[in-house]
């Protein structure tokens, strides 16, 4: 669908314009707009659509029209013609309102938390003009931010899990050989009902999620999911480490000194890399909770559903 975000809306209604494929005519025309609603705890629940149908002035042919008003932008969609030109304005964050319940949003799962992030950074232009003045540094920088993220989400995922659920919290510990082997005192044990979970929850926070390859071997242990799609997925998220590393650490340089340079379609590879492993994990930690549920559980899992 190809769309041109620069059409001036009336005071109600969306202003759309596009040429029709059946005679060629312009179709100009106002059709219902749709407002992203802020307020929800999820960003997809807030997810708004319009339906609205339009008539070529000429033909009369009938066009089924969909305003899709999500977190971060506006898209308008013609059923069974993906490739007309759209010409619109998106007015997502025209409002002084709008912005300041964007500003004033602090997710705190930490699916919401990625997603709150990865659609922050999505704001930035990457086409070659805006890149140029600083290219490879900002470069860089989004490609660190986005291992960055993920880590982030790993962690607080797995911390969540395992405060609020004892058996998950087992074979966590039972997982990770210094926490399994280790002999508190105990005296220390007795003092602190919540030994085992705060020396757990250390443990994650100090733990280096960008070793994916570590990072799996807890997740199949906690949430029985394997975070890799398959091998390949599994040795290009090393590479990613080796150059996140090369990134942070040596300044963009590897190891024999040679510039690592990183391009548009770099950030956006591990962007993409990144996407699919949340999803992978939200999947299976969807099925955990509603388990979860099946089963009558006292508590109520961690997070919003």
């Known amino acids: 669908m190809s769309q041109i975000k620069q059409y001036l809306n009336q005071e109600n209604g969306l202003r759309i314009r596009f040429h029709c494929p059946q005679c060629g005519a312009s179709v100009d025309d106002e059709v219902e707009d749709a407002s992203f609603d802020w307020t929800n705890d999820r960003m997809s629940d807030g997810i708004a659509t319009t ?47 709008i912005e300041a319940l964007f500003d004033d949003y602090v997710p705190y799962d930490a699916y919401e938390v990625y997603q709150h992030s990865r659609n922050e950074i999505e704001l930035i232009d990457l086409s070659p003009a805006s890149l140029l003045p600083v290219k490879q540094p900002l470069l860089r920088m989004m490609y660190i931010q986005h291992v960055v993220m993920l880590e982030a989400y790993l962690s607080d995922r797995l911390i969540n899990i395992i405060l609020d659920d004892n058996e998950k919290l087992i074979a966590l510990v ?29 443990y994650l926070h100090e733990f280096s999620f960008h070793r994916f390859g570590e990072a799996a071997k807890l997740y ?28 942070v650490h040596r300044n963009g340089r590897d190891n024999e000194g040679n510039v690592v340079s990183v391009n548009p379609l770099n950030v956006l590879r591990v962007r993409a890399l990144a996407d699919e492993m949340v999803e992978r994990i ?10 979860l549920a099946t089963k009558g559980a006292g508590k109520k899992p961690w997070g919003k559903w």
Do not use: W
């Open 174 to 202: 039972g997982a990770i050989p210094q926490l399994r082997e280790s002999k508190p005192k105990l005296i220390d044990i007795a003092k602190d009902p919540e030994y085992v979970k705060k020396n757990a929850k250390a």
């Open 220 to 247: 199949r242990a906690v949430l029985k999911v394997d975070i890799f799609a398959d091998d390949a997925n599994a040795k290009e998220m090393d590479d990613i480490t080796v150059t996140r590393h090369h990134l």
């Open 282 to 291: 939200e999947t299976a930690y969807g099925e955990y909770r509603l388990e």
């Open 51 to 97: 339906y609205n149908t339009v008539a070529c002035p000429e033909c009369s042919m009938l066009y089924e029209v969909q305003v899709v008003a999500k977190p971060g932008e506006k898209d308008v969609i013609i059923d069974g013609h993906p490739n007309i030109v759209i010409i619109f304005h998106d007015d997502t964050f025209d409002g002084g309102d």
